[in-house]
């Protein structure tokens, strides 16, 4: 059986990833006895690990399809790691102009739209992230229009690991993976309209037209008016000399800039293999519609406050981070990164409602969540 200290001793270990100093222990082991373990846990998350480390390792797998732990710091991970710090309200991460750099003084590569030296310096130096993150907007760095920023999904990362060739479903599926806790196959619906499906998809692949109706059409009916929100970005870079893209930077169609394909500010990718079905859905603009307000996926939870339509990745990213199943999905991500886990018995399920109701009320902060699983994993 543990007691206050070795609780106390558990939770920084958790949170921090590093042992406790003994006056910070005899700390924490006070409050535990107190019956304050998440007092204790909010002083465990002090530690400059909790950022450097614990927070990394949790958002670096969003930034890459591997889920490579790890990838180097970068411009997605590191505002996650901001957002964190300051208790921003987290369903920004889909929509806000909002980006994290390293403080100018700390003499590394100044920020760079083409490249990623400077987290890579971060990285390398070890640097202090709880101190040196300063909170800066996309729009003023990257040259995006405001209303085209969209949080962590049009950062430079996010664009070279799901904006890259491809025809930009990829953006949509990963998002969902990381941010809603599901890949599309978790939510299938073959009875819903076809109609915004692209002319890319094959309506009888493999000669079969059967495949089509009970398999592609229920994701697709869902995911394609959806990721139709992303149709102006793309990943820009030299496929002659640099095939990898380490180089490359996410575009965007502003108003008055035409694809040379297309015409419209819709980007040639929204095009392409059109004779594969020349009947389907032509993407004209980034209207994107929620078809999965109705039918089985009603259940994600969508808010009532949005219309379940609109214009650009800014408010369609605004409609999954008001949804319920993206408040409980963080608390599943941080309740397996501090209790070692998943939630496995009815126990732990009421145990993660109960830190969904709380994260919610304390307005979507992070740090509510991971003080809650350290006190409930804290052992008895």
């Not at 998002?175 to 915004?196: A, F, Q, V, W, Y």
């Amino acid at each position: 059986m543990a007691g206050d200290r070795e609780q106390a001793k558990r939770i920084h270990d958790r949170i921090a990833g590093v042992p406790p100093s003994a006056d910070m222990l005899d700390s924490m082991q006070g409050l535990v006895a107190q019956g304050r373990a998440y007092d204790a846990a909010m002083l465990a998350m002090q530690h400059p690990d909790f950022y450097r480390t614990t927070l990394k390792n949790w958002a670096t797998p969003w930034t890459n399809e591997e889920f490579d732990i790890y990838a180097p710091l970068n411009d997605y991970s590191a505002t996650v790691i901001g957002m964190v710090r300051d208790d921003i309200d987290f369903r920004l991460l889909l929509s806000g102009d909002i980006l994290y750099v390293g403080d100018s003084a700390l003499g590394v590569p100044a920020y760079n739209i083409s490249d990623n030296r400077h987290y890579e310096a971060l990285d390398e130096q070890h640097v202090d992230l709880a101190r040196f993150l300063v909170a800066t907007t996309q729009s003023s760095v990257m040259g995006l229009p405001v209303e085209a920023t969209a949080g962590v999904m049009t950062s430079r990362a996010a664009a070279k690991a799901f904006f890259k060739d491809g025809t930009n479903r990829a953006m949509f599926r990963f998002t969902l993976i990381n941010h809603m806790c599901t890949d599309l196959e978790g939510l299938k619906d073959t009875s819903l309209p076809p109609d915004r499906i692209r002319q890319d998809l094959s309506r009888s692949p493999g000669g079969d037209s059967r495949i089509f109706i009970n398999s592609c059409v229920g994701c697709h009916s869902g995911m394609d008016p959806l990721a139709q929100a992303f149709a102006y970005y793309n990943y820009s870079y030299d496929e002659q000399s640099d095939p990898e893209g380490l180089n490359g930077r996410l575009t965007y169609n502003q108003q008055g800039q035409l694809d040379p394909v297309t015409g419209l500010r819709v980007q040639e990718k929204y095009w392409i293999n059109a004779n594969n079905f020349p009947f389907g859905y032509v993407t004209l603009d980034d209207r994107w519609d929620n078809y999965w307000r109705e039918g089985i996926n009603q259940l994600l939870g969508w808010s009532e406050s949005l219309r379940g339509s609109g214009n650009g990745a800014k408010s369609m990213g605004q409609e999954l981070a008001h949804s319920e199943t993206f408040a409980h999905c963080q608390v599943e991500k941080v309740f397996e990164a501090v209790c070692l886990r998943p939630a496995q018995d009815s126990a732990d399920r009421q145990a993660l409602n109960a830190m969904t109701d709380s994260f919610k009320a304390s307005g979507y902060q992070v740090k509510d969540i991971f003080a809650n699983a350290a006190d409930y994993c804290k052992g008895e």
